[in-house]
């Protein structure tokens, strides 16, 4: 069993800053592409950014220069540093690693429980 438990969310005036961080514990054997999604009131799941084993990150054009993803490979972990935060940007943000259990097993998604970010002045 794999478990994501994401942290850091909660709500932060418009121009200000957040760090959410998202850890993976329980059987890894490996760990791949590692992204945090994001879902607004009404509006569909989207792709906010995305990181591989060899460190590129890639982002959608909405928060290009203003979010930033790095990972712990040691720690199974992946963050996501939010700058410049605007009200469009309020959502639920999940995190997604895309995991094996065992050297035998397929790649898997899986999924974080949903941190709520709040951009309001």
């Known amino acids: 069993q794999v478990h994501l438990v994401e942290s850091g969310g909660g709500l932060v005036q418009p121009g200000g800053s957040l760090r959410l961080s998202c850890a993976a514990s329980?059987?890894?054997?490996?760990?791949?592409?590692q992204s945090w999604y994001r879902q607004a009131p009404g509006k569909q799941r989207e792709l906010v950014a995305s990181i591989n084993n060899g460190g590129t990150a890639t982002y959608v054009d909405s928060v290009k220069g203003r979010f930033a993803i790095a990972r712990d490979i040691d720690k199974n972990s992946v963050f996501l540093q939010m700058s410049s935060l605007k009200p469009e940007d309020t959502a639920v943000y999940y995190c997604?690693?895309?995991?094996?259990?065992?050297?035998?097993?397929?790649?898997?998604?899986?999924w974080g429980q949903g941190t709520q970010v709040t951009v309001s002045s």
């Open positions: 997604n690693s895309l995991i094996r259990e065992s050297a035998g097993t397929s790649w898997r998604a899986y």
């Open positions: 329980g059987r890894i054997f490996s760990i791949n592409v």
